[in-house]
């Protein structure tokens, strides 16, 4: 029976031994490579070359991933980062002092919207596009307005809700992946492969500006499971598909 392979579907990823699954979002790849570690001894016996003898191991596998979503846990991941949820909320009297005019001053949170900028000592409010603008990081104090170099500036506002990533606050983690795929080339038949441990390593490069769609490239190394312990089954992944 011919068995032709087109793949599509969902990648899912879980602490190391859970059985719930979170989705990666859009996963453009999925690939495993495989390296072998070979022995071999050298046919000395006559002078035509070759091996008597040879031994090949698997020496180790790696899964990579293109992800096409940045979300916070993704992101994460990539990075070595913690993220952190904020719900949405006010801000009643943050504290800007003002370095320069015309620089960027970011506020506590993202994404400021029904800001109000008053002189910390009080007095009447300043008066947004002649004397600051908003951004989605801050203000900025322009230059031919009220504010000087060196005010104190005191910024109320709300923000949405958002997510913060500390990148680098955590080792490489571990988890499991779920691949729920389909053969395109089968009608869409089901193809699943599940990987019991992967150690991730840092994604090699993002870009944050850019002309096309961005996309998260994770990679990690599989790792043998000691916890199956039942002859005949793998340690380390398997795949499932229809007959």
């Keep these: 029976m011919e068995k032709h392979y087109i793949g599509k579907g969902k990648v899912l990823a879980s602490t190391v031994g859970a059985r719930g699954f979170r989705e990666f979002g859009n996963c453009s790849s999925l690939k495993f490579s495989f390296s072998e570690d070979k022995k071999t001894v050298a046919d000395s ?3 035509g070359g070759g091996n008597a003898a040879s031994v090949t191991r698997i ?7 293109d992800l ?3 979300s916070a846990e993704n992101l994460a991941l990539a990075i070595f980062g913690e993220s952190s949820i904020y719900a ?5 009297s943050e504290v800007v002092l003002v370095v320069g005019l015309d620089c960027l001053h970011p506020l506590a949170h993202i994404g400021a919207s029904t800001v109000v900028v008053t002189p910390s000592a009080g007095g009447a409010a300043y008066v947004a596009g002649t004397d600051y603008v908003v951004t989605g990081a801050g203000i900025k104090p322009l230059t031919g307005g ?5 005010d104190s500036l005191t910024v109320s506002y709300s923000y949405p809700k958002q997510a ?6 955590a080792s490489g983690k571990e988890i499991s992946l779920l691949f729920d795929g389909m053969n395109e080339a089968a009608s869409g038949s089901p193809v699943v492969v599940e990987v019991y441990r992967i150690k991730l390593s840092p994604t090699d490069s993002i870009d944050f ?12 190394e599989v790792l043998k499971d000691t916890t199956i312990v039942q002859p005949g089954l793998s340690q380390f992944f398997k795949a499932s598909q229809l007959v």
């Design 59 to 65: 020496k180790d596998v790696t899964v990579e991933m």
């Design 68 to 70: 096409r979503e940045l």
């Design 45 to 47: 016996t006559s002078t």
């Design 88 to 92: 949405a909320g006010n801000v009643a």
């Design 146 to 150: 009220a504010i000087a170099s060196g």
């Design 209 to 220: 500006i850019g002309d096309d769609f961005a996309t998260l490239k994770l990679k990690g």
């Design 164 to 169: 913060v990533i500390q990148a680098l606050a």
